[in-house]
């Protein structure tokens, strides 16, 4: 998995070095992949943690939720997206259905029963971090490999 480091986070996702101190160390909503052990040294993030961090930037601007008592929201959406590639998330949805549970909708998804959901639409946040982690975009990247008939093989 490519880091990147604390400085690049910030470009990325737009929040200040203070904000970002708050919200990854000092109230640990959204923790860093490999956190700075020494002063001086910058903490390290990958593609998903940017991601979430750049989702809570969307609720709290956007839907005004305070982030802090949603600290558990985050590590369930941070499991969510463990061992998920980053292309498989192209059209997919957060859905956050309360403060601790949230699901991954695909594109084809559609969410059932009567409660009330909040979605926030991936492929804006994928694009801007396929450019920052260096990740392209596998839709963009089809039309670069021809199709090939694959005939079975008989022994």
Same mark, same amino acid.
């Given at each position: ?49 940017? /991601?979430?961090?750049? *989702? +809570? &930037? ?7 939720? @305070? ?5 558990? !929201? #985050? ?46 639409? /991936?492929?804006?946040? *994928? +694009? &801007? ?7 392209? @975009? ?5 039309? !670069? #490999? ?10």
């Amino acid at each position: 998995m490519r880091l990147i480091k604390s400085r690049d986070v910030l470009e990325l996702t737009g929040l200040s070095a203070d904000q970002l101190r708050e919200w990854t160390v000092r109230r640990a909503i959204i923790q860093p992949d490999v956190p700075a052990t020494r002063q001086g040294q910058q903490a390290l993030f990958g593609w998903q943690t940017v /991601l979430l961090l750049r *989702l +809570a &930037i969307v609720l709290r601007t956007r839907f005004h939720v @305070e982030l802090q008592i949603h600290r558990d !929201l #985050f590590t369930t959406a941070r499991e969510l997206l463990t061992g998920r590639s980053f292309p498989s998330l192209w059209g997919g949805t957060l859905a956050i259905h309360d403060l601790r549970r949230c699901s991954l909708l695909g594109a084809r998804d559609v969410i059932s029963g009567d409660d009330d959901v909040i979605l926030l639409r /991936l492929d804006a946040h *994928l +694009a &801007i971090l396929s450019q920052g982690f260096g990740v392209a @975009e596998f839709v963009s990247q089809l039309p !670069l #490999f021809p199709a090939v008939a694959v005939e079975g093989h008989r022994a």
